[in-house]
C-alpha cells in the first residue's frame, strides 16, 4: 500500500484530518448483564450489555456445531433532535446486521453450541459513526462477560469531504461529505471484520481511506484495552484469550 499524504487541513471542529474525536470506554457498567461497556466517541452517547451464553429460545433456531450471537441496536427516541420513532426501524436493523458480522469472527462461537449470546446496544445520544461506536463497546462487554475471542474488533470510520480524507467523521461530516468508510479492524491478528463504503472514491482515494481507518482502529484499540486493564487490573493482558 502507497503511503499517505499528510494533510494539514482543519476540519469544522479543529480537529487535524488524521485526528480522532474525544473517546471514553468504560467497563462493567451494568450490574444486571453479564458484560457491559458504556462509550463516549465525540457526542456519541452508547451503552451495551451483553447477556449468556445461554440457553437458545425458541430452541429451533439453535445451532448443533455453535452458539448465535445475536445484536440489537436501538436508538433511543431522545437520542437525536427532532425525536424519533422507539419502534425499531430499517436501519435499526441493518446495523444490528452490522454489528454481528463485525463480531462474529472475533468470537469462539463454537465453544457453546446451541447457546444463544445477546448484545444489546442502546444509542443515548447520537452524533455520527454510531455503528462503530457500538462495535468498540461490544467488544469491550464481550469481554467483561467472559466470552472467549480470539481478540479485541475496533471499529472507525474514514471519508471524504471537501475534496480531503478525513477520520473518525462526526454528523455533519457523516451528511455532509462525499463518501464514509467504516471498518471493523482486529488489531492482534491484523484482519478487516467488516468493511462498508458508502459514496464515491477513487482507487487511490480508497485505498487512502482504508489505511487511515486502520490507523484509527488501532489507536481506539489501545483505549479499548486500557478499559478492561482499568477494570481487572491487567498489566500486560487485556481480558483475551
Known sequence: MSKRKK??????????PDEL???KIESGVLPNADGSAYIEMGRNKIVVGVFGPREMHPRRLSKPNMATLRCRYHM?????????????SRRDNEISMVMRYALEPAVFLERYPRAAIDVYAEILEADGGTRTACVNAASVALVDAGIPMRGLVASCAAGKIDGNIVLDLGDYEDKEGQADLPVAYMPKMEKVTLLQMDGILSAQEFEDCLNLAIDGCNQIYEVQREALKKKYGLEEQEGEE
Do not use: L, Y
Not at 494533510?7 to 487535524?16: E, N, S
Open 76 to 88: 433511543a427516541p431522545f437520542s437525536v433532535d427532532p425525536r424519533r420513532s422507539p419502534a425499531p
Open 7 to 16: 494533510r494539514t487541513t482543519k476540519r469544522f471542529d479543529g480537529r487535524k
Open 21 to 23: 474525536r474525544p473517546i
